[in-house]
C-alpha cells in the first residue's frame, strides 16, 4: 500500500532529522513513533475508504473513527514520555508522530480516492 510505504519514508526521514539534531538518544523514541503514526494513518485510511463515497452519515462515523485512532496516538506519546523519559524524550517523540502523521494527512485524500492502493 502507498500510504504504508510513504509512511516508512517519512519516519526514515524524520528518525534521521531527530538523530542529528538531538543525538543518538532520539533515534529509538523516533523510530517507535514514526511507525505508530505510520500504522495510525494507514488504518485510518482503511476504515474510511469502505464509504469513501457513501452518504454522510456512514461517512462521518468511520472518519470520527479514524480521528479517535490519531488521538490515540498523541495519548501513547504522553504515556511513553511520563512513564519512559528516558526512552522517550518528549520532543522528538512528538516531532516523529507528527513529523510523519500529518504529511500522509495532507495526502490523505489522494490514498482514498485511488483505488490502486489497495
Partial sequence: MKIAAAGLGLTVLVTALAWLVWGEGAIFASGIFGLLATLVQTAAVLIVRPVWKASFDRFAVRWLAGIGLRLLGVAAIVLA??????????????FAYLGVLIPLLFTETRFLGDARNA
Avoid: R, S, Y
Fill in 81 to 94: 514520555v511520563l512513564v519512559g523519559p528516558d526512552q522517550f524524550p518528549p520532543l522528538p517523540t512528538a
